[in-house]
């Protein structure tokens, strides 16, 4: 039995808040758990291992860390590398051989492809950023016996946007028993016609607020994977993750909804909350008011999109053809709420962003730091 894993991204940090870089690094020690636990022959990893391909020494103490835990166990690690992995500027080398010299992972990116562990064929390539390149990687591969594919391509059927996959599932080559689909953030697997398996474990933590919904039907995690029987045999194997919750409010019920939506969190980690405003038009302060209410009960919050009728306010402007771009600010600020006075410390603010100096004492009297 192994475990196939992808897309940990280790080192993003999602809104510069370093408690969800933390967030990412502690999905990935988790799977590494289960590999350990689940005494498995090895691990897989469909690519995206690191965020970047200049990781900072964070995200390689923390790779290093957890990979050191596997091999002392005794558990080798393979694994190839996705588009953030790859560097974009030539001759700055990838961040996975660094681990790869230390003897902590085994790369298989396409100029070594194969590699045999416990009577498993396993066969990589790295991320193609065309059809024509993916095709030319995978000519010459030949699977034989129990065999994995390891690549990390979007594929057709899961990522349908123009620009965002390079083949479709009919491309993929024939004959593997298992294969291992990084790249495409959504969960799944199925099998084909003839027994074989294909998985996308997807990213261990929600990296993106579009895959709340997924985390939501599927879970985040890896799978383990047995090939010793006559058709291979998938597990999913689920960590804990901070939760996000995509919530709807209108100005009459935002106390309400968040409380409804919080009750489902199950996670020991405080959730993310990401609003959708609608309805009438939200002042901040009353919005930043009745979110100080949940301070205990949510890690942070943020509004995603604002869908309010802003076309109400600006009807209230009524004819703005002979307007100035100061005097509709105004009356934007005054419709959110503000008083003259803040209105018009704001626009001083704008107006005074030529001269750093100025508007910094400028920032600190409107912050009330300084008179
Ligand atoms: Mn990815």
Redesign the pocket.
């Known amino acids: 039995m192994f475990l196939h894993i992808?897309?940990t991204?280790l080192g993003k940090r999602p809104y510069g808040k370093t408690e969800r870089e933390g967030d990412i690094y502690d999905s990935f020690k988790q799977l590494v758990d289960i590999a350990i636990n689940e005494r498995v022959s090895f691990v897989i990893h469909s690519?995206?291992f690191f965020d970047v391909y200049e990781p900072s020494a964070m995200a390689y103490t923390v790779a290093i860390e957890n990979l050191k835990r596997l091999k002392e166990a005794n558990i080798p690690f393979f694994v190839i590398p996705?588009?953030?992995d790859l560097a974009t500027i030539r001759g700055k080398g990838l961040p996975l051989r660094v681990l790869e010299v230390v003897g902590l992972v085994k790369v298989l990116d396409g100029k070594e492809k194969t590699s045999v562990f416990s009577g498993i064929n396993i066969y990589g390539i790295k991320y193609s950023p065309t059809r024509e390149a993916f095709v030319s990687e995978v000519k010459g591969i030949v699977p034989s016996g129990k065999s994995v594919l390891m690549i990390?391509q979007g594929l057709k059927e899961y990522l349908p946007f123009n620009g965002s996959y390079q083949i479709e599932e009919s491309e993929l080559p024939k004959g593997f028993t298992y294969y291992a689909l990084?790249?495409v953030?959504t969960r799944k697997y199925k099998r084909f016609n003839d027994g074989s398996l294909l998985a996308l474990p997807s990213?261990p933590d929600i990296?993106d607020v579009r895959e709340i919904e997924d985390y939501r039907k599927n879970g985040k995690g890896g799978f383990l994977v047995d090939l010793s029987k006559d058709e291979p045999y998938i597990q999913q194997v689920n960590v804990d993750v901070r939760e996000q919750l995509l919530i709807w409010v209108r100005k009459e019920n935002i106390k309400s909804e968040i409380d409804k939506e919080l009750a489902s969190v199950s996670s020991k980690k405080l959730p993310l909350i990401h609003l959708i405003l609608h309805g009438e038009p939200i002042e901040p302060k009353l919005l930043t008011s009745v979110m100080k209410q949940f301070s205990d009960r949510i890690y942070w919050w943020r509004v995603e999109k604002d869908e309010t009728e802003i076309s109400k306010d600006i009807k209230l402007f009524g004819d703005t053809s002979q307007e100035n771009v100061t005097s509709l600010t105004r009356k934007y600020l005054l419709a959110q709420g503000y008083t003259e006075e803040e209105s018009n410390a704001i626009i001083d603010l704008i107006e005074s962003a030529e001269d750093e100096e100025e508007s910094y004492a400028k920032l600190k009297r409107f912050l009330g730091i300084q008179k």
């Open positions: 992808s897309d991204h690519g995206d996705g588009n953030h990390h990084g790249h953030h990213s990296l």
